[in-house]
Every structure is written in C-alpha cells, then in structure tokens.
C-alpha cells in the first residue's frame, strides 16, 4: 500500500485526515476528499506531490453520514491510479463484529483461588463424597423418615420452601397445604 489513511475527525469547521506515503514514493498528483454513497460530501483537496505525511483539511457537512468515507487518489510514477478508503465512522461493538474487522475483547474469567478450611468444612457438611477434612466436619444429624408436621399441618419441608418466598406457613389455607404436599 503507497498510502495509509488515518480519519482524525472533526478540528474547528473542517474535518482532518492524516496521509501517509511510504518511503520513496513519489506521486505525481494526489486528492482527497469525502464521499457516500450519493456521492462526493464537499470538495476534494489536491495534495502535494513530495510528502511523507501530511494532514488534509477536507470541508463537508457537520454531521457526516453512516456511510461516509475518506477517499484519496493518487497518480504514480507509472501514471496508474491508486485509490485508498478508510470509513469516517469506525464501526463499534456488534456492528464491527458482524462486518469482522476484528475480535471483540471478551471479559477475563476470574482467576482460580483455593478455598479456605472454612469454606472446605461448609462443602464437607452438605457434601459427605468431599471427605477433605472429615474428622474436623461434624456428623450430619439422623434425619426422620417422614418429616415433622407442623401446626397448619405442613411438612418442614415445605414450610422451609415458603419460608424462603417470605409466605408465612400459619397464614396458608389447609386446602392449598393439602395441594402443595401432593
């Protein structure tokens, strides 16, 4: 590529485009200008011919369209046009996904760390298959076969299970205890 385009965005009432050529080239002519689809958005800006970098000062419209773009033309040493284009609008976020300019930066996953012995004891207790540490965990209680009912003639279990949605097991209908047991 004999040029390197570089949209540096809007500076006072003119927009900025930096160009850059590679080392030994020598354009005979060169533009650049702002362009959509429908066409060119303002005057386009004749260059010099002995550069390595230069920053072009394009006039166009105050806000630019989506699909506007920094074109420049460049006459070689061999007379053959060479065109180069860079958006003005750097698609971002899905849209720069879905065109695949690059890789979208994808959240770190948090680093392992090992857990604490109290943390291991807690693990120990609800899982018995842990065994790490089980002369320190104690014993799991001898649960009965059938559960406790309580006063509205609820299951502990299902009194834990509303106690967690905050219903009150006392405040239920004996009816609906009946059809939430089943």
Do not use: Y
């Not at 012995?117 to 014993?139: H, I, M, N, S, Y």
Request: net charge negative; proline share 10%.
């Amino acid at each position: 590529m004999p040029l390197t385009l570089s949209f540096l965005g809007r500076c006072g009432d003119r927009w900025r485009v930096r160009v850059d050529a590679r080392p030994g080239a020598r354009p005979r002519g060169l533009t650049v200008g702002l362009v959509s689809g429908r066409g060119p958005l303002g005057p386009a800006v004749v260059g010099p011919t002995d550069f390595e970098s230069w920053v072009a000062e394009l006039r166009g419209p105050c806000q630019l369209p989506a699909d506007a773009i920094v074109r420049a033309t460049m006459a070689s040493d061999e007379g053959e046009l060479i065109e180069e284009t860079v958006p003005a609008h750097e698609p971002r976020g899905i849209h720069s996904w879905l065109r695949a300019a690059h890789r979208l930066p994808l959240a770190t996953r948090p680093q392992p760390s090992a857990l604490s012995r109290r943390e291991t004891r807690d693990l120990a207790r609800v899982f018995g298959w842990l065994g790490c540490g089980a002369a320190d965990v104690p014993a799991e209680p001898v649960r009965a076969a059938e559960p406790l009912p309580h006063a509205n003639g609820c299951t502990a279990e299902l009194a834990s299970l509303l106690a967690e949605f905050d219903v009150d097991a006392d405040d239920l209908d004996p009816d609906l205890i009946q059809k939430l047991r089943r």
